[in-house]
C-alpha cells in the first residue's frame, strides 16, 4: 500500500483545505453595483460570493438561489436572514430569494429580465470590468422606439444607441450593428446587464472602435419552448427584423444603408437566429457575430460574396474547442474568420460583454 | 326614541351592505396590463379590486399591501395564496407582497420606482385609459441620455422625449418641456408609469397637442428628509437642471432654445421644486405647471414678465379647492392661469397622466 500514500495525502490536504475555506470567508463584502438605490445588500466579497441578507420575522426558512443552486440563510435574534454562497464566477448572474417555498427578487437589487422574468441580478467584480464602467467620456444615447410591424399587428420595441456625436455631427451617416438577446432575454438585456452602450462609450473615447449605430429588439416573436431550437422557425422573426426593422432604422436614422455596413451579431438563441438569417438572406448584413451560439461552416458561406467577417466565441467553460475549430477551419477556408474565448466565465453575460468589446474594435 | 329609528334603520342597511358587498366579488377579474409577460396575476375586477396570487408552500401568511393597508391572502391545498383587496380608485398603484414578514416584489407584476425602490405596480383599468394606449399612431422616440455635471461630479441620467417626424424632419426646431417626477421617484417614472410619450404620441396623432420635446431627469440631487421639505435647499438640483442639463438639451437636441419655448412642470415634490426655480430663475421658463405640487400666488410672479401660463391642478381626493382658490387669484390679477381637477383620483400617477393630457395641449 505504500505507493497510495502521497495519493491519499492529497486527498487529506485537499478535504482539509476545503473545510478551512468554508469556514474562513474572507469579510471584504461589499455591496453588489446592481443594487437598489442605498440598500447595503446583496453584497459581494474578493472571492466572489454572494451574501444576502432580508427581514423576515415568521418565515421558517429563506434561501438565495443563483441559477438554481440554493443556499440557506440564517436568522438573527431581530428576525434578520444573513447567509452566502459558494464563490461565484465574474461578472453578471440572475439570482432570487426563496421565502419559505414563494421563489420572489430580492428588494435590495435592481431587477433585469432574464430567465423569461423581470427579477434580481448581481454584478460580482471582474478585472476588466473598466471596459464597461461609467466614466468621464462622451456618452452616446439610447433611444427607445416603437415600429411598425404588419407581419405581427403590432408596434415592436427597439432600442437605439446612436454614439457620441450623433446628434451634432448632422450630416454624418453611420454603420449599424443588429444586437441579439438570448433565450427568455429580451430587448433590455444588452443594454442594461450587457452595458452595450457603455462599452462602446468606452471604446469610442479610447479610439479603439469606430462610432457606429447598435439596434437591439425583441428576438422571441414566435413562442419557442426551451430545447425545441431544432424546430424552430426562423421566419416571423427574419421578416420583423429584416423587412420591417431594418427599414424604419434606415428610414428614421443616419445610417449608411447597404449591406458593406450592415452587421448582425446574437448571443445564445440570439446567435442561433443570427446564424439562421444570415444564411437565408446572404445579401443583408456582411459581419456575421455569434456569441455562445453555434458556428458557422466553410460550405454554409461559401456563396457569401460581401462577407467580411465572421466572429464567434464562447466562454471558458462553455466548449471553447467547437469555437476555435470551426475558426481554423474558416480560416482554412480563406474566410475572414476571429474567435475570441472568455477567460473563468460560463454561459453568462460577463462572456458577451466581453465578446461585444472584441467584435466593436473589428467592425466597419 | 321613535324619532331616531329612521337612522338606525340607516346605519342597518349600511352594514347588511357592506357584508353583501364584501361577500359579493364580481368574478371578472382580468390579468392586469402591467404584469410580466405570460403572468396571469395580479389580476383587478371591474370594482377595482386587486386580487394576487403567489406559491408558498411553506408559508405561514401572505399579504397584499397596497400603500401600506394589507389584505389576507388564503392557501389552498397546493400552497398557492389568492386574496383581494377593496376596490381602489382607477390609474396606477404601487404595491408589495409580504410573505411571513419579508417585504418583496410580486414576480407576477413589472417594476416602477417609486415609495424610493423598484417594486411592483397594478393597474385599475379607467374610463379614459385611452388617452396612454399604446395605438398605431407615429410613436416618438425616447432616449436615455448621459449629461456631464460638474457641479456633482456625476453623469445624471435623464430621459429626452423626442416627437414623431423628429428624425425625418431635420431642419425643424421644437419647444422642450421639462418634467419632473415626485419624491422617492426617479427619471423612469414619467416614461414608465407616467406613460408620457404615449400621452404626447396619442395626441400629436388627433392633432390636439403641438410637437415638443420632453425632458425627463433625477430631481433628488441632495437628500429629502421626508417630512423635510420647509428645510429643503433647491440649489444643488437648481444648478444641474439649469446650469448643465438645459445647455447640453440645447447643444445636443434641436430645441428652440430660449424662454418662450421652454416650460417647467413637476408633480409633488417635482412640483414644489418647478414652483422654487422658477421662482428664483423667472429668466428661464414660460409655462409652470405644478401638479399635485402646491400653488404660486399673484405676489410671487407679478414681476414674471415672460411668462406665459400657470397651470395647477390635482386629484378631487386631495384639496381641490386649494388649486381653484390660487388659479380664480391668478386669474383676478390678469395671469394666464388654468386649473384642473381629476375626478375620483388621489394623490397618485393617473391623477398626473391626466394633468399631463391636459397641459400638453395649451404648451406653446
Known amino acids: 500500500m505504500k505507493k497510495f500514500y502521497p495519493l491519499a495525502l492529497l486527498f ?35 472571492e466572489g460570493r454572494v451574501r444576502a441578507q432580508i427581514l423576515a420575522l415568521d418565515a421558517k426558512y429563506v434561501q438565495l438561489d443563483i441559477g438554481g443552486k440554493k443556499y440557506d440563510l440564517v436568522k438573527d435574534s431581530t428576525g434578520v436572514w444573513t447567509g452566502e454562497s459558494t464563490p461565484q464566477d465574474v461578472g453578471f448572474h440572475y439570482y432570487q430569494l426563496n421565502i419559505d417555498g414563494a421563489s420572489v427578487p430580492d428588494p435590495g437589487s435592481l431587477v433585469f429580465f432574464g430567465a423569461c422574468r423581470w427579477g434580481s441580478g448581481i454584478e460580482v467584480p ?25 407581419s405581427t399587428n403590432s408596434s ?26 438570448g433565450y427568455c432575454e429580451n430587448e433590455t438585456s444588452w443594454p442594461e446587464q450587457g452595458r452595450a452602450n457603455l462599452i462602446m462609450d468606452n471604446l469610442i473615447a479610447e479610439g479603439k472602435a469606430k462610432p457606429f449605430i447598435i439596434v437591439m429588439t425583441y428576438g422571441m416573436t414566435n ?15 427574419q421578416t420583423v427584423l429584416v423587412d420591417e426593422l431594418i427599414p424604419y432604422v434606415d428610414a428614421n436614422f ?46 454554409e458561406i461559401k456563396a457569401h460574396s460581401k462577407l467580411k467577417l465572421i466572429f464567434e466565441s464562447c466562454g471558458s467553460k462553455e466548449r471553447p474547442d467547437g469555437v476555435r475549430n ?30 461585444l468589446h472584441q467584435l466593436a474594435q473589428l467592425l466597419f
Not at 130 to 148: L, N, R, S, T, W
Not at 157 to 171: D, I, K, L, M
Open 156 to 181: 415592436p420595441r427597439a432600442f437605439v444607441y446612436t454614439p457620441p456625436g450623433y446628434n451634432q455631427e448632422t450630416a454624418k451617416r453611420y454603420p449599424v450593428l443588429y444586437l441579439q438577446h
Open 326 to 355: 470551426s475558426v481554423e477551419a474558416l480560416k482554412a477556408a480563406g474566410v475572414n474568420a476571429v474567435s475570441f474565448i472568455s477567460e473563468g466565465t460560463a454561459h453568462e453575460f460577463h462572456t458577451w460583454r466581453r465578446s
Open 126 to 150: 471582474s478585472a476588466d470590468q473598466d471596459i464597461f464602467a461609467m466614466k468621464d467620456v462622451p456618452h452616446g444615447h439610447i433611444q427607445e422606439i416603437y415600429f411598425p410591424s404588419k
Open 223 to 237: 413562442e419557442i419552448k426551451f430545447g425545441g431550437l431544432r424546430n424552430f422557425d426562423i421566419k416571423p422573426f
Open 12 to 46: 487529506l490536504m485537499v478535504s482539509v483545505f476545503t473545510v478551512i475555506a468554508q469556514n474562513n470567508i474572507v469579510e471584504d463584502f461589499k455591496p453588489s453595483s446592481v443594487n437598489q438605490p442605498g440598500r447595503q445588500y446583496p453584497q459581494v466579497n474578493s
Open 254 to 299: 443616419r445610417t449608411i444603408a447597404n449591406q458593406e455596413n450592415r452587421a448582425m451579431t446574437g448571443l445564445s438563441m440570439g446567435g442561433f437566429e443570427t446564424r439562421l438569417i444570415t444564411l437565408n438572406r446572404p445579401d443583408v448584413f456582411s459581419y456575421y457575430g455569434l456569441f455562445s451560439g453555434g458556428v458557422y461552416t466553410p460550405e
